[in-house]
């Protein structure tokens, strides 16, 4: 019984040692709104037209969390649709309407409005 509690007791704290070392990442806890798991939701580099991967990927799933018709087509592909798409969203929040997904939009997209009664552009 002994043995077992101190092999349970150093496993435990390897891997706090590792988890402190930065050398284990910690589980996220927090829900992602829509189920949108592309990137962990602390990545959040500034995105414009243009840009491309993961991140734009979480961007434009989160973006149909919201509604408006139609729909991006998830492809990381941060084009004309996906810059219309964020600025009414920046609209809804209040923001400045510039396309470019920075921290203020990055926490929109992550805390969507129940109701937006700025008319989406179509």
């Known amino acids: 019984m002994q043995r077992r ?10 891997a706090l040692a590792l ?3 930065g050398l284990i990442a ?4 927090a829900a992602v709104p829509g189920g949108c ?8 580099p ?11 990927k979480q961007a434009q799933c989160l973006t ?9 087509t998830v492809d990381g ?6 810059r219309t798409k964020v600025r009414w969203i920046q609209g809804c929040h209040g923001l400045p309407r510039d396309g470019i997904v920075g921290p203020a939009t990055w926490d929109a997209l ?6 937006c009664y700025d008319p989406y552009p179509g």
Request: aromatic letters at 8%; glycine letters at 10%.
């Open 26 to 29: 910690p589980r996220a806890t």
């Open 110 to 115: 992550y805390n969507p409005v129940p109701d």
């Open 64 to 72: 149909n969390v919201w509604g408006g018709v139609p729909k991006l």
């Open 37 to 44: 798991a592309y990137t962990s939701s602390s990545h959040r």
């Open 5 to 14: 509690r101190t092999a349970a007791a150093a496993a435990l704290a390897a």
């Open 46 to 56: 500034v995105l414009s037209q243009g840009s491309t991967g993961a991140a734009v």
């Open 19 to 21: 988890g402190t070392a």
């Open 77 to 82: 592909i941060f084009g004309p649709s996906t």
